[in-house]
Each structure stands twice: as structure tokens, then as C-alpha cells.
């Protein structure tokens, strides 16, 4: 009841200043052209600035005219309109209801096509150039910023998507699933239970996993089956379900330098992959996922 009573007052108030402002103008415009003193509020020799002189010509009549034509297409704006408060005009145009129409002539322009490309099978998509280059422009309009113009990943913060590594699995299922409702990362920090040297110990270990040379015992060895098989594996290959990403391969995301893997394993990571399932639809979401899968290649000048 409060908020409705709020809307009508604020509704009645635009109402009466956008009136008042109208009203005004009319009278202000007539009073400099006919209420006007002959002599002026200043004798003609009054001189300012030493060169600035009061004048008797009034304005051009042309000028007050062109003013109230102004002013009486405004009145006929305000009457066909939404301008008065909660008055809707006679024409009861919304710009929600435009952009209904706008939707609803798209739809009936595109629509089947686009239920055609929502229905049809990745594979199929892959060979279709022209579904191809549609998702690569939806990528460049709603990724290339944080992925790079190459989708070749950058500032080791966002993966490189011209790959296979998937970080969250590469399916079509996997990919969609991603684009539409967004990832979190969740690779809690371990400094305060290892400590300055298990996380040196665990960072050494982790680097040899990737190069296939790692030992069986040693500290680094205990810490990680104690605490990280759970999520990356006894051998290191991850667990795209939970996000955890291979550490017996090349692809490090965060870098990989020891001072990286030890930052990571120190601090954590917590990038966040938004959800862009209400910004795209559907069908723009598996075109993408089409362009993605078929391995992200620019496609300039096709």
C-alpha cells in the first residue's frame, strides 16, 4: 500500500511540475513580447562594460511564434505520450512495449531458423560455416575480453579455450553447462596448515607430476596424498566434476613457475566464471559451444 502510494505521489508531482514548466514558459514568452515597458528597465544610454549599450528593439516577432510552436507540439507530445506523470497518452506507447514488438517481429523473421540451429546436433554444426562464424562473433562480443581476441587465455587469470583441457570437463554438456550458470573456483589456501616449507615441498612434488618424474616418498609425496588426491588424483589427472584441474600435464592456468604453483597452493584461487544464461539464449549458447568445440579458430576474412 506504501509503495503504491508513493508511485502516485511521485507520478502527481511530475505531472504538476512538467504543467507549471509549460505554463510558465507561455506566460514568460508573452510577457517579453507584450507586457514589456517601451522604455525598458534601463534608459538607452546606459552603457555597459564600455562598449555594451541598452537597446529598445524587442526580439523578432518570428522568435515568439517559432516559441509557441514549440510549446503546442509539446502539449501535443504530452497528450499522444507518456510525459504527464502516470498518464500513458493516447497511443499508450511503452518502450517495453516496443521492445515487445521488436521481439515479437524478430522471432517471427528468425525464429525458425534459429529453432533449426537449436535442434540440430554439434557435429552437424561444425561443418556449417555459417553457424561457426556466428558463435565466433557471440565469442567476440561476450568472451574476448577476458579470454583474448585468440581465445589463447591471458594475464593468467582466464584458461585458454582453443584446447582440449577443460578445466570443468570439455563435453557439450560440460561447455554449455558453463557458459550458461558460471564456475567458481575452489582451491582453498594452505599456508596455515603446511606451513612455509610443506608448501615448497607439496610445489616441488606438483612440478615434478607434470614432467612425469615423480617421486614415490618424500615430504611433498605424504602431504599430497594426504591432502590433495582427493580432488586432483593419485596420478594427478583431476576431477572435472569438482573443477580440479590435471596437474600431470603443460597447462597451468595460474603459470607455472614455482613461484606460481607455490602461490597457488599458498593463497588459493577463487576466479569466477560468470553465467551468461540471461544474456545469451539458447540457441546463441550452443553456437558458441559449436565454435568452442571445434577448436576456437578465428574465423577473419571467410
Known amino acids: 500500500m506504501l509503495a503504491g502510494v508513493s508511485t502516485s505521489f511521485w507520478a502527481g508531482w511530475v505531472a504538476v511540475?512538467?504543467?507549471?514548466?509549460?505554463?510558465?514558459?507561455?506566460w514568460f514568452t508573452?510577457?517579453?513580447?507584450?507586457?514589456?515597458?517601451?522604455?525598458?528597465?534601463?534608459?538607452?544610454?546606459?552603457?555597459?562594460?564600455?562598449?555594451?549599450?541598452?537597446?529598445?528593439?524587442?526580439?523578432p516577432l518570428w522568435w515568439f511564434w517559432f516559441i509557441v510552436a514549440l510549446l503546442a507540439a509539446s502539449v501535443v507530445y504530452l497528450m499522444l505520450y507518456p510525459g504527464l506523470g502516470a498518464h500513458r497518452g493516447v497511443l499508450e506507447w511503452t518502450q517495453g512495449g516496443q521492445i515487445a514488438e521488436s521481439r515479437a517481429r524478430f522471432d517471427a523473421n528468425f525464429g525458425p531458423e534459429r529453432e533449426r540451429l537449436l535442434q540440430t546436433s554439434i557435429t552437424d554444426l561444425q561443418l556449417d560455416t555459417a553457424a561457426l562464424r556466428t558463435g565466433w562473433h557471440i565469442y567476440n562480443n561476450h568472451c574476448s575480453a577476458c579470454h583474448g581476441p585468440e581465445a589463447r587465455g591471458q594475464a593468467k587469470l582466464f584458461p585458454n579455450l582453443s584446447n582440449d583441457r577443460w578445466q570443468w570437463g570439455g563435453s557439450e554438456r560440460d561447455i554449455t553447462q558453463t557458459i550458461t550458470v558460471g564456475r567458481l573456483a575452489v582451491m582453498p589456501p594452505w599456508q596455515a596448515a603446511l606451513g612455509d616449507d610443506g608448501v615448497a615441498a607439496v610445489a616441488e612434488y606438483v612440478r615434478a607430476i607434470a614432467s612425469g618424474n615423480a617421486p614415490t616418498d618424500g615430504r611433498g609425496a605424504e602431504i599430497y596424498?594426504?591432502?590433495?588426491?582427493?580432488?586432483?588424483?593419485?596420478?594427478?589427472?583431476?576431477?572435472?566434476?569438482?573443477?580440479?584441474?590435471?596437474?600431470?600435464?603443460?597447462?597451468?592456468?595460474?603459470?607455472?613457475?614455482?613461484?606460481?604453483?607455490?602461490?597457488?597452493?599458498?593463497?588459493?584461487?577463487?576466479?569466477?566464471?560468470?553465467?551468461f544464461g540471461e544474456r545469451l539464449d539458447p540457441t546463441q549458447i550452443k553456437l558458441l559451444a559449436a565454435w568452442l568445440i571445434s577448436g576456437a579458430e578465428p574465423m577473419r576474412g571467410q
Open 17 to 26: 511540475i512538467t504543467a507549471v514548466s509549460v505554463l510558465g514558459l507561455l
Open 30 to 59: 508573452i510577457s517579453v513580447y507584450f507586457g514589456r515597458d517601451s522604455a525598458g528597465a534601463h534608459g538607452p544610454d546606459e552603457v555597459w562594460d564600455e562598449t555594451l549599450t541598452e537597446g529598445t528593439a524587442p526580439a
Open 225 to 275: 596424498r594426504t591432502n590433495c588426491i582427493a580432488c586432483h588424483q593419485p596420478d594427478g589427472a583431476g576431477l572435472a566434476a569438482l573443477g580440479a584441474p590435471p596437474l600431470n600435464d603443460a597447462e597451468w592456468l595460474y603459470g607455472a613457475s614455482l613461484d606460481d604453483i607455490r602461490a597457488t597452493i599458498a593463497l588459493g584461487r577463487s576466479g569466477q566464471m560468470p553465467a
